[in-house]
T-cell receptor, first 115, second 114 residues
């Protein structure tokens, strides 16, 4: 089945540690996104990529890094510079090419907690 | 600056009745609006959308209304079912943002009681 796979489902980070969240899609979508969800807040965009080898900062990129070496993969690294990393992280993808190809397809998320 | 706001954190409705979820926006450049539904520990799934050139879009039990002059949209679910219990996010596209970059509201938790 086509879809987006995020792993792991739960992740714990120690102080000063970098951790990487995986996101893989087999939908052949060009665009991929990382969102963060905190209780009582909407989904906030961290980074997005519209094409391989290119990505842009979203609204809350500080303390995060990404890469887009393959169309199928868009891993997110939460660095030690991110002082409040505890949140639910969602990866999404969408096709591009038409103005209303805005319907995002989401993965099932990764809950990151700080030890 | 929250450009898309869902001012009701939660809504409780009896099964079979109508659920009305509201969303307000401030950016008049937004030209496409979407509703997503999210169950706990899962990613959101697309529910219904509406273009700014329309004022209503219907899909089965779900209808979205758009009032551009008031910068307000609402999602109506009729009749509500217990399986509709979830968090509902409204989202907007456009407003000079980059392609495909949606702006989300805070979400409303809908509980439908049997």
């Amino acid at each position: 089945d086509g879809g987006i796979t995020q792993s792991p489902k739960y992740l714990f980070r120690k102080e000063g540690q970098n951790v990487t969240l995986s996101c893989e899609q087999n939908l052949n979508h060009d665009a991929m996104y990382w969102y963060r969800q905190d209780p009582g807040q909407g989904l906030r965009l961290i980074y997005y990529s519209q094409i391989v080898n290119d990505f842009q900062k979203g609204d809350i990129a500080e303390g995060y890094s990404v890469s887009r070496e393959k169309k199928e993969s868009f891993p997110l690294t939460v660095t030690s510079a991110q002082k409040n990393p505890t949140a639910f992280y969602l990866c999404a993808s969408s096709p591009t090419g038409a103005p209303t190809n805005e319907k995002l397809f989401f993965g099932s998320g990764t809950q990151l907690s700080v030890l | 600056d929250q450009q898309v706001k869902q001012n009701s954190p939660s809504l409780s409705v009896q099964e079979g009745r109508i659920s009305i979820l509201n969303c307000d926006y401030t950016n008049s450049m937004f030209d496409y609006f979407l509703w997503y539904k999210k169950y706990p520990a899962e990613g959101p799934t697309f529910l219904i959308s509406i273009s700014s050139i329309k004022d209503k879009n219907e899909d089965g039990r779900f209808t979205v209304f758009l009032n551009k002059s008031a910068k307000h949209l609402s999602l109506h679910i009729v009749p509500s079912q217990p399986g509709d219990s979830a968090v509902y996010f409204c989202a907007a596209l456009g407003g000079g943002t980059s392609y495909g970059k949606l702006t989300f509201g805070q979400g409303t938790i809908l509980t439908v009681h049997p």
